[in-house]
């Protein structure tokens, strides 16, 4: 029998108790993930933040909580914390603003999930594309917010490319998947950030997150 020794760790934050129940018997019977422990509110939360939460490499965690923002409290602890610490944000309310606070807030990986989309395997692929630093977000979000603006000047293979950025995947995978070499990709990425006004700047500390969120019309 082979014994998995690099699980990914994690914690679980969610105040539905149905949802919570499903979320982490799921995690729990995933050979590559270690559910460490999960909670029902910020109190509890907080009271482990020097137990498992400590020791967690990814936070799933509603956006709404019945006892606060849980947003705000997740990311003071991995500010806190010495080890770069990733997160998942599952909530059916999103609001624009949220996105600037993850990432202005987040050295680390992030993803944000809806909670009607495709649940499960959103979530096995947000996990995956957090725990190698990259960002995800829900392709169900162009449904809330639609706001075409800058991609709509992007071309067919860039919007190709960005749909799979958004998507949390690396340039190497990219790459396979578009039947092209990384340079290429570089390439396509570059040219994207030159139409999305992100190069030459100083203010825009992380381009592909940035992009990600205007791909998805999240940000301008």
């Keep these: 029998m082979t014994i998995a020794t690099?699980?990914?760790?994690?914690?679980?934050?969610?105040?539905?108790d149905l949802l919570r129940g499903l979320l982490g018997e799921w995690l729990s019977g995933q050979p590559d993930i270690e559910l460490l422990d999960s909670f029902r509110s910020l109190e509890a939360f907080n009271a482990s933040l020097h137990t498992s939460v400590q020791h967690a490499d990814?936070?799933?965690?509603?956006?709404?909580?019945?006892?606060?923002?849980?947003?705000?409290?997740?990311?003071?602890?991995?500010?806190?914390?010495?080890?770069?610490q990733k997160?998942?944000?599952i909530s059916g309310r999103p609001t624009a603003d949220l996105f600037d606070r993850l990432s202005n807030g987040m050295s680390g990986g992030w993803a944000f999930l809806l909670k009607n989309s495709n649940g499960?395997?959103?979530?096995?692929?947000?996990?995956?594309?957090?725990?190698?630093g990259l960002v995800m977000v829900d392709?169900?979000?162009?449904?809330?917010?639609?706001?075409p603006g800058l991609s709509s000047s992007l071309t067919?293979?860039?919007?190709?490319?960005?749909?799979?950025?958004?998507?949390?995947?690396s340039n190497a995978v990219i790459a396979k998947e578009i039947f092209a070499s990384e340079k290429t990709v570089e390439r396509v990425l570059s040219s994207i950030y030159s139409k999305y006004e992100l190069v030459g700047t100083?203010?825009?500390?992380?381009?592909?997150?940035?992009?990600?969120?205007?791909?998805?019309?999240?940000?301008?």
């Design 156 to 169: 067919a293979q860039e919007r190709s490319v960005m749909e799979k950025v958004a998507e949390g995947k």
């Design 58 to 84: 990814i936070i799933i965690s509603d956006l709404f909580l019945a006892d606060g923002d849980g947003l705000d409290a997740i990311l003071r602890v991995i500010a806190s914390h010495s080890k770069s």
């Design 120 to 132: 499960l395997a959103n979530l096995r692929q947000a996990l995956q594309a957090v725990q190698s």
């Design 6 to 16: 690099d699980q990914i760790k994690v914690v679980l934050l969610e105040d539905e």
């Design 87 to 89: 997160l998942v944000v």
């Design 202 to 220: 100083s203010k825009v500390e992380n381009p592909r997150v940035r992009a990600t969120l205007i791909f998805r019309g999240l940000s301008k």
């Design 139 to 147: 392709p169900d979000l162009k449904k809330l917010f639609s706001s």
